[in-house]
């Protein structure tokens, strides 16, 4: 049997296989949970040196578009996806309504976070292990709690 960890890049070749859109040098460092309507695979866009780590969930109705050299922590959640409230006797609607989320390049996204529909996490920021983002995070910062907010300034790396 093979670690949780090994084979990173053959892994990635499987969920390319799949439909992702995977750059070369991708990895996924254990199983990945892609729920969605439709070709829901092919609306996850990975770039080129991200790794994902086991057990993230991607709810695919709309695009998740990860930029390069990200890392996504364990059961890390990306939910796309979000329901009109309705009335008491049905409070959630059973129509749905997609919101693509962006990782730009650089981010760092820890173990147990849920970003929610429309969030775009900001080139080079971290989002704290086990934060809830709910609204658009700037690009160099650090991020944490829930919601998520901004803890502290990061200094500017090269583009």
Not at 81 to 105: K, V, W, Y
Request: charged letters at 10%; a positive charge; glycine letters at 14%.
């Amino acid at each position: 049997m093979l670690p949780k960890y090994a084979l990173g890049g053959v892994r990635a070749g499987v969920y390319r296989w799949a439909g992702c859109q995977l750059a070369a040098g991708v990895t996924i460092q254990g199983p990945l949970i892609l729920l969605g309507t439709g070709p829901a695979t092919s609306r996850l866009r990975v770039d080129r040196g991200s790794i994902i780590a086991p057990f993230v969930t991607f709810v695919l109705d709309g695009p998740v578009t990860i930029g390069r050299n990200v890392s996504i922590g364990p059961n890390a959640a990306f939910h796309t996806a979000t329901h009109n409230i309705g009335f008491g006797s049905r409070r959630m609607q059973l129509q749905t309504e997609a919101h693509p989320i962006t990782i730009e390049d650089g981010a760092w996204i820890g173990a147990h976070t849920v970003v929610l529909p429309g969030v775009t996490i900001g080139y080079g920021s971290v989002v704290g292990a086990g934060s809830v983002v709910v609204e658009d995070v700037p690009a160099n910062v650090f991020v944490a709690g829930n919601p998520a907010t901004v803890r502290e300034h990061l200094p500017f790396g090269n583009r």
